[in-house]
């Protein structure tokens, strides 16, 4: 069976990605994943259990400090030499930042056709797309050279599929050109144990009726009851109630989870860009008539500071 | 410094927006054209570093006619001259011709640096910069909130997952900027008085060097297969709060498994 790469995620705090996971669910449609790891010396080896557990066939580790150094050019050249010698079925990456720059970068190297956002892949190529704010059902191939596609977080219901990888190591070949662009200092922020905003299965977000950023505690009251990440709307986040790493919507955040709480949010078409995938959606406003109810499975039209309170009480009696 | 801008002609974003039955592509025609939103803020850092360091800034348009509306827009907020690449065969490029032809066109601008916004409104696919910089051989720096320039020396603070990231490249570069970098500047009316006077090239693809069997449909490297508009999410159960919506928002959240 033919080799599908997936380019592997993962952050220090919670190791590989569920959207890693997803996408080796996902080859496995198409043919045998091959996970490749690109980052730093012992990068592969951490991850390698995970991988393995759900399904990766093989694991092909690049590690180099010329790697974690720079941008994402020199990844793009490992990963372009791979695929000239392997010949994969499919080459997938995760829709983030980073996957789409890598896969920009490869498409251009390879004058390969590209399709981003994708959030679901037949085994014939077929890709699935959203767009227009969650408007429009869009279903592409790519005609130029093999699919080449990166998946939407929280697309696909990982699946375990325990297998035995072997690890084959790269070199790592990056040119002068993929050199240019440094990492000069990499800087975590404190962000607690909610999980990954675009990753989480529950988002709970805050807009502009919470009022100042003070109150934004009400919020991560609910979230981390619930066990969610935090989002805010653009109206938050330009008010200075919460940093802009979270905002939801058009110039933010693209989420799609099982579960989308909107606290104080009208719902203008920009927020609803980034969230109207998700699978239930619920929302309090005190406005009736905010366009955030149009989508809302179940909505409250009511005062926040009396229902978010009663709410996180009867939460906690329920556990 | 010798800075260039690529703005792009887009749907308002505010606006209902739909793809064409016959070729599939983006509706420009019944749209409500705008410059897309990010590429404002690039053209405001772009006229932030003039201010400080002296130079040009010019901007790059690919697109219909009708994007002359655009880039006119774009130069009342200041910049110096445009230069608009229109040509019948670019109708329905992919990504990879787009780049293609921008970086041929970049190749006669002799930009050290090269500012555009992180991503497009319409396509959302963030991976231009980055095709840019590969094909022109330059430092890519995308998703910028900070900005700096010291000489030939550009530093950028960029946010990342896990918190941000500092990054550094010398000129000529490409850099591209999320919302959060600066406020755009509104055009003073003596700015769009002058703006009717900038100079505005145009480039044809044969004045580029670039064939229309690449670019287009002819060249497209992906095609929509079909599309379809989704059926709009409809409203479920809406109560208000008579002092139990809390504890009926809880009920929900268990009844759905989530509580």
Redesign the interface.
């Known amino acids: 069976m033919a080799e599908v790469l997936v380019v592997v995620e993962a ?3 919670f190791g590989v990605k569920k959207v890693t996971l997803e996408l080796l669910t996902l080859a496995r449609r198409i043919g045998s994943p091959s996970a490749v790891v690109l980052g730093g010396p012992g990068a592969a080896a951490e991850l390698a259990g995970k991988l393995a557990e759900y399904g990766a066939e093989k694991i092909y580790a690049a590690e180099s400090e010329e790697i974690d150094g720079h ?3 020199p990844k ?1 050249t490992v990963l372009a030499n791979l695929v000239r010698e392997v010949q994969p079925a499919a080459v997938l990456l995760a829709s ?2 980073e996957g ?2 890598i ?3 490869l ?3 390879l ?7 994708v959030v679901d892949l037949d085994a014939d190529g ?1 890709a699935t797309q ?16 093999l699919p080449l596609v990166t998946l939407r977080p929280n697309s696909v219901t990982p699946e375990p599929a325990p297998a035995t990888p072997g690890t084959v190591a790269l070199e790592v070949a990056a040119t002068e ?1 993929d050199k ?10 404190q ?1 607690g144990s909610r999980p ?3 990753e989480a299965s ?1 988002v709970v977000s805050g807009g502009r009726g919470i009022g100042n950023a003070d109150n934004f505690k009400l919020v991560e009251e609910i979230a981390d009851l ?1 066990g969610g990440a935090v989002g805010a709307s653009r109206a938050a986040v330009d008010s200075g109630y919460y940093p ?2 979270f905002q939801v919507g ?2 933010g955040k693209t989420v799609s989870p ?2 989308y709480v909107a606290l104080g949010i009208s719902g ?3 927020h609803r ?1 980034g969230m ?1 995938t998700s699978k ?3 929302a ?1 406003n005190k406005d ?1 008539e905010a366009p955030i ?11 926040l500071f ?10 906690r009696k ?2 | 410094m010798n800075i260039v801008v690529l703005v792009k002609q887009v749907p308002d974003s505010g606006a209902e927006r739909n793809l064409t039955s016959d070729d599939n592509t983006v509706d420009r025609g019944s749209a409500n054209n705008v410059i897309n939103e990010m590429d404002e803020y690039a053209i405001e850092e772009a006229l932030k570093i003039k201010e400080a360091h002296g130079g040009e800034v010019t901007i790059l348009t690919m697109g219909p006619d009708r994007a002359t509306e655009s880039i006119r827009k774009a130069l009342s907020m200041g910049p110096d001259a445009a230069v608009h690449v229109v040509d019948d065969a670019l109708a329905g490029s992919c990504a990879v011709a787009t780049s293609k032809v921008l970086a041929a066109a970049l190749g006669t601008l002799n930009a050290d640096l090269i500012l555009c916004g992180a991503e497009s409104t319409d396509g959302r696919v963030q991976v231009l910069p980055h095709m840019l910089a590969e094909r022109l051989g330059v430092a890519a720096l995308t998703g910028a909130r900070k900005l700096t320039v010291d000489g030939a020396s550009l530093t950028a603070e960029r946010q990342t997952e896990e918190g941000y990231e500092v990054v550094s490249a010398a000129t000529p570069a490409v850099v591209s900027v999320w919302d959060t970098i600066n406020e755009p500047r509104y055009p003073s009316f003596k700015g769009i008085m002058a703006a009717k006077k900038k100079p505005v090239r145009t480039l044809s693809l044969a004045d580029l060097g670039v064939s229309a069997d690449e670019v287009g449909f002819a060249g497209a490297t992906s095609a929509v297969v079909e599309h379809s508009k989704r059926p709009p999410r409809s409203a479920g159960t809406k109560i208000t709060d008579e002092g139990t919506a809390g504890t009926q928002l809880v009920e929900y959240l268990v009844t759905e498994k989530f509580v």
Do not use: C, M, W, Y
């Open positions: 952050t220090q705090a941008l994402v050019a793009a983030t930042q789409k720059e896969a920009g970068r498409a251009v190297k004058d390969n056709g590209l399709l981003t956002d077929t959203v767009a227009f704010a969650g408007s429009t059902i869009v279903k592409s191939k790519v005609t130029r050279g050109a240019l662009a440094k990492v000069v200092e990499r800087v975590a922020e962000k990954e905003l675009t529950i619930l802009h790493q058009q110039t099982q579960l203008a078409i920009q860009a109207q239930t959606i619920v309090v009736a109810f149009e989508l809302a499975d179940f909505g409250v039209v009511g005062d009396k229902v978010l309170p009663q709410a996180a009480e009867e939460i329920r556990k």
